[in-house]
């Protein structure tokens, strides 16, 4: 059993800075990918940043350059420091871990989601 759990959301004003964090716990043996996706009301899930075991990195255009994703693989997390903020960035955020367990097998696990609300 593994799980990962997001803190960090909150209430901020446009040109604001919020860090989310995401935390994986568990029957862990590797995390590979990292990311998070956001999904705002009346619009599907999309991904914000990604990072591999390696890490490598990539993001959406919409935050690149204000937004900066890292792990840190001695705590299993991941963390989203978001920078500059915009109303546009107001969403659930979701982190997703793929993860191998400890019996070999691969699971993809998403946290419950953590609300930022960029607002004046």
């Known amino acids: 059993q593994v799980q990962v759990v997001e803190s960090g959301g909150g209430l901020v004003q446009p040109g604001g800075s919020l860090r989310l964090s995401c935390a994986a716990s568990?029957?862990?043996?590797?995390?590979?990918?990292m990311g998070w996706y956001r999904q705002a009301p009346g619009k599907q899930r999309e991904l914000v940043a990604r990072i591999i075991s390696g890490g490598s990195t990539n993001y959406a255009d919409s935050v690149k350059g204000r937004f900066t994703i890292s792990r840190d693989n001695a705590k299993n997390t991941v963390y989203l420091q978001m920078n500059s903020l915009k109303p546009a960035d107001t969403a659930v955020y979701y982190c997703?871990?793929?993860?191998?367990?400890?019996?070999?097998?691969?699971?993809?696990?998403w946290g419950q989601g953590t609300l930022v609300n960029v607002s004046s």
């Open positions: 997703n871990a793929q993860i191998t367990i400890l019996t070999g097998k691969y699971v993809a696990v």
């Open positions: 568990g029957s862990i043996r590797s995390i590979n990918n």
